[in-house]
């Protein structure tokens, strides 16, 4: 095994005119490159190691973050090893695509999972979130259009981006799939007068949006429900969805795009904001 990572490692060297050192479980310290090191990569445990060849990317990432791997020097050059590339092209284990295999099985957002794979993100309490989100706690990405704007700004102006796209107008029913802690809801019902409803799994989530709701008076225009987007049920003119059809699941994708066209009726129009990367070139 410490055979195979040396080659490897020698090869992303070599290749990349980096020099660098590697300490081993057992001590042995080997350097890689003609110069001197840039940074110093350690497997503090064999089993580091075997995670690192077994699983590619995924294990050496994983070891990492648990301090089984460590990097003293310049992270930046250990990047350019490309490190993520090579190790990403390497075939996993049999046993490493099983269990792989079984943790997306478990982890498939049905009915009864989603509830619970929703607490285990988002139930840490409001008080985490308010740390280092804007004032309306929005959890996606924000619409810059300055290098000097504030997050709230920023936040703000993604909202009404999609007001505008939707044509929002007073009155018009808007249905928010995955709302969060409420602030497109609030942000259309203030500016736009719109009424509507968000849906959500979490229950920190459902009762801070529902108290601001209240708070700001408009409770008569929106509301949001601790429930599943598959159970909601009714007819909207506008239907909008920020940073979470990213979350259902490949399987679900289809089921999630015919429970929208469920909702709105004949002649609305629907938002759909998500994040995705391209496939790789063959």
């Given at each position: 095994m410490k055979t195979t990572l040396k080659s490897l490692l020698n090869l992303l060297s070599n290749n990349n005119n980096i020099s660098f050192e590697v300490v081993f479980w057992d001590g042995e310290i080997i350097r890689m490159g003609p110069s001197n090191p840039e940074f110093i990569l350690k497997f503090v445990t064999k089993n580091a190691a075997k995670r690192t060849i077994n699983a590619g990317v995924l294990g050496f990432g994983e070891e990492y973050m648990a301090g089984n791997i460590t990097i003293e020097g310049n992270f930046r050059q250990l990047l350019r090893l490309g490190v993520d590339d090579y190790f990403q092209n390497l075939k996993p284990s049999l046993l490493t695509k099983l269990n792989t295999y079984l943790i997306y099985i478990g982890s498939l957002n049905t009915i009864r999972k989603s509830p619970k794979n929703i607490s285990y993100h988002y139930d840490r309490g409001n008080d985490f979130y308010k740390l280092w989100l804007d004032e309306s706690m929005t959890y996606s990405c924000a619409y810059y259009k300055n290098k000097n704007d504030t997050l709230e700004t920023a936040q703000s102006q993604k909202y009404e981006h999609i007001c505008r796209k939707l044509l929002l107008k007073e009155n018009d029913t808007l249905v928010?799939?995955?709302?969060g802690w409420g602030g497109m809801l609030i942000y259309a019902a203030?500016?736009?007068m719109i009424r509507g409803v968000g849906c959500?799994?979490?229950?920190?989530?459902?009762e801070y949006a529902n108290k601001k709701i209240n708070e700001m008076g408009l409770a008569d225009r929106v509301q949001v429900l601790l429930q599943d987007?598959?159970?909601?049920?009714?007819?909207?003119?506008?239907?909008?969805?920020i940073?979470?059809?990213e979350h259902v699941g490949k399987k679900f994708m289809p089921l999630f795009m015919e429970k929208a066209k469920s909702l709105l009726k004949l002649g609305g129009a629907g938002l759909l904001h998500t994040i995705g990367k391209e496939r790789q070139a063959p």
């Amino acid at each position: 095994m410490k055979t195979t990572l040396k080659s490897l490692l020698n090869l992303l060297s070599n290749n990349n005119n980096i020099s660098f050192e590697v300490v081993f479980w057992d001590g042995e310290i080997i350097r890689m490159g003609p110069s001197n090191p840039e940074f110093i990569l350690k497997f503090v445990t064999k089993n580091a190691a075997k995670r690192t060849i077994n699983a590619g990317v995924l294990g050496f990432g994983e070891e990492y973050m648990a301090g089984n791997i460590t990097i003293e020097g310049n992270f930046r050059q250990l990047l350019r090893l490309g490190v993520d590339d090579y190790f990403q092209n390497l075939k996993p284990s049999l046993l490493t695509k099983l269990n792989t295999y079984l943790i997306y099985i478990g982890s498939l957002n049905t009915i009864r999972k989603s509830p619970k794979n929703i607490s285990y993100h988002y139930d840490r309490g409001n008080d985490f979130y308010k740390l280092w989100l804007d004032e309306s706690m929005t959890y996606s990405c924000a619409y810059y259009k300055n290098k000097n704007d504030t997050l709230e700004t920023a936040q703000s102006q993604k909202y009404e981006h999609i007001c505008r796209k939707l044509l929002l107008k007073e009155n018009d029913t808007l249905v928010d799939i995955g709302c969060g802690w409420g602030g497109m809801l609030i942000y259309a019902a203030k500016k736009y007068m719109i009424r509507g409803v968000g849906c959500t799994l979490s229950e920190p989530q459902y009762e801070y949006a529902n108290k601001k709701i209240n708070e700001m008076g408009l409770a008569d225009r929106v509301q949001v429900l601790l429930q599943d987007y598959r159970n909601v049920t009714g007819k909207y003119d506008k239907f909008v969805s920020i940073g979470m059809f990213e979350h259902v699941g490949k399987k679900f994708m289809p089921l999630f795009m015919e429970k929208a066209k469920s909702l709105l009726k004949l002649g609305g129009a629907g938002l759909l904001h998500t994040i995705g990367k391209e496939r790789q070139a063959p």
